[in-house]
């Protein structure tokens, strides 16, 4: 069985551009979520879908964030226009359901903003 | 507000030694808590996970120890071997949502 997949496994942009992020979950996973990890720091929660549908967000810094789950199948996290305190790894994490439901995180996406 | 923290960033061990890696955290009604081991380039993988109705949970190698009354949490690692350098989050669900509250994290390095 797949894992979660991560799309850029790294990405460096310049400040004020745009970058797409993307996760796969694993198949029949209704909950997915997004972490990051800014600067050695620990493990922050974004947000979470319950299929397309945002159940909790949170954890998202602010409204340059923005995180889409058409289909409720994988997920996009768009960061327009990203800032310096951006950078940091960005992980994606899947679970069949909530509560004692392990969640399987992806290998992340390392954000460079320079 | 809700915080988990851990007490040391870096923990050097021989290899075969014990481990012994902790947690503090500052809600009293959580009630489910996770150990994660994080490999370079990959991301967080379970580890062992304890609810507040238990005191000790034992996995393979892998011993997890909850103190309600002081709310703290550690993770001891027999024998550790060079395979289990890492960095080890623990990681908080109290509310029965999917949100995860984590610790900032221990390097464990194990020398040869």
């Known amino acids: 069985e797949a894992g979660v997949t991560q799309f850029p496994s790294h990405s460096v942009i310049e400040k004020g551009q745009t970058v797409t992020l993307r996760c796969d979950p694993i198949?029949?996973?209704?909950?997915l979520y997004w972490y990051r990890r800014v600067m050695g720091k620990e493990i922050k929660f974004l947000l979470h879908f319950v299929k397309e549908s945002k159940q909790d967000e949170s954890g998202m810094p602010n409204n340059r964030f923005l995180a889409e789950r058409t289909g409720g199948t994988y997920s996009t996290l768009k960061v327009q226009p990203a800032e310096l305190e951006d950078s940091g790894v960005y992980f994606c994490?899947?679970?069949?359901?909530?509560?004692?439901?392990?969640?399987?995180f992806g290998p992340g996406t390392r954000l460079t903003v320079t | 507000g809700e915080s988990v923290g851990l007490h040391l960033p870096t923990l050097s061990v021989q290899e075969g030694d014990n481990s012994i890696i902790n947690c503090a955290y500052s809600n009293s009604a959580s009630d489910y808590f996770i150990w994660y081991k994080q490999e370079s380039g990959k991301g967080p993988q379970f580890i062992i996970d304890i609810r507040s109705n238990m005191d000790k949970r034992q996995g393979q190698r892998v011993t997890v120890l909850l103190n309600k009354t002081v709310k703290h949490l550690s993770l001891q690692i027999a024998a550790t071997q060079p395979g289990d350098s890492a960095v080890y989050f623990c990681?908080?669900?109290?509310?029965?949502?999917?949100?995860?509250?984590f610790g900032q994290g221990t390097t464990l390095q194990v020398k040869p």
């Open positions: 990681a908080e669900n109290g509310s029965n949502t999917g949100k995860l509250i």
């Open positions: 198949s029949g996973h209704d909950n």
């Open positions: 994490a899947s679970s069949q359901g909530l509560g004692l439901y392990e969640q399987y």
